[in-house]
C-alpha cells in the first residue's frame, strides 16, 4: 500500500514474512504486521486492537486515519465491518480514529521503552555521536522541539560512520515532544535517542512505521515526511541486512 510519507527511492522494501492480510477498505493485501487489526467487544463495540492480541474474528485496514473517517462518514466502513464480521451487530464510535491513533502511539514508545531498558538505546548527543562515528547506529530519533543544528550534527556523524557521506541519511523526528519522549524512555530531557541494535532498530520500525502512516503526512513532521513506508512493506526503516538504517530521512 502506498504510504503519503514514503515516496523515497532508497527504502528497499523488506520482504513479507508470515501470513499476508487484505484491508478491508482498500482491498491491498500486506503484512499483518503493517497493518491495524479491528476486534469486537462481548456488547458489539468495534474496537482497535493493534497489538492483534484480541479473540475472535477480526478485521484489518491499512489506510490512513482521514481515509478511514471518511469511509465512516460515507457509510462505507459500516457496511465492510459488517461484512467481515458476518452480519454481527456492530456499534462504531464516532472516535475510532482518535482511539487507533492513541494506540499506535502508546505502542511505538512502548517499544522505545523496552528498547531502552534492554540497553540497545543511547541518549544524549556524545554517546549517539561516538555510536555514529563507530558505525554503530541503525536508527536515529529525535523529539519534535529538537534543535537544527544539533540534528545536523548528528546527522553528519552518522553519514560519517556509515561511510555515506554526500548522501542524505539523516535521523527520523518523532511527532511527539522532548517530554512525552523523556516520559516514555524513563530518563530526563531525552532530545536525541539513537538505536544501536540491528533487530532493536528493526522493531521500532516497525510500530513507527504504522503508526507514523495512520496519522498521515498532514500531521506528522516535516522531517518526517518520507519516514515510514506503507504496510505492504512495513519494516525498512531500519535493515540490519545491509548494515546502519537506510533511511533516507
Do not use: Y
Not at 527504502?11 to 499483518?32: K, N, Q, Y
Amino acid at each position: 500500500m502506498r504510504n503519503p510519507h514514503n515516496d523515497t527511492p532508497e527504502l528497499t522494501p523488506a520482504p513479507v514474512d508470515g501470513p499476508e492480510r487484505t484491508c478491508i477498505l482498500s482491498r491491498e493485501s500486506g503484512s499483518r504486521d503493517g497493518l491495524v487489526r479491528l476486534a469486537i467487544s462481548p456488547d458489539g463495540h468495534v474496537l482497535p486492537d493493534v497489538r492483534a492480541k484480541a479473540p475472535g474474528r477480526g478485521a484489518w485496514i491499512g489506510v490512513t486515519r482521514a481515509e478511514l473517517e471518511a469511509a465512516q462518514a460515507k457509510g462505507k466502513l459500516k457496511g465492510v465491518l459488517a461484512r467481515a464480521f458476518k452480519g454481527a451487530a456492530l456499534t462504531i464510535p464516532d472516535d475510532l480514529g482518535e482511539q487507533i491513533e492513541v494506540q499506535l502511539r502508546r505502542n511505538a514508545l512502548d517499544r522505545l521503552g523496552l528498547e531502552a531498558k534492554a540497553g540497545k538505546l543511547v541518549i544524549g548527543g556524545e554517546r549517539i555521536d561516538t555510536a555514529a562515528r563507530k558505525g554503530q547506529l541503525h536508527l536515529l530519533l529525535h523529539a519534535s522541539d529538537a534543535r537544527a543544528d544539533g540534528m545536523g550534527k548528528l546527522a553528519q556523524a552518522w553519514r560519517v560512520g556509515s561511510d555515506r557521506e554526500g548522501s542524505d541519511l539523516k535521523g527520523l523526528v518523532l511527532p511527539v515532544t522532548r517530554t512525552t519522549l523523556s516520559l516514555a524512555l524513563g530518563r530526563e530531557n531525552v532530545v536525541h535517542a539513537g538505536l544501536t541494535d540491528a533487530s532493536a532498530a528493526r522493531r521500532v520500525s516497525e510500530a513507527l512505521t504504522r503508526w507514523l502512516h495512520f496519522i498521515g503526512p498532514d500531521r506528522a513532521c516535516e522531517p518526517c515526511a518520507d519516514a515510514a513506508q506503507g504496510p505492504s512493506a512495513p519494516a525498512t526503516l531500519a535493515d540490519p541486512a545491509s548494515g546502519p538504517a537506510q533511511t533516507g530521512i
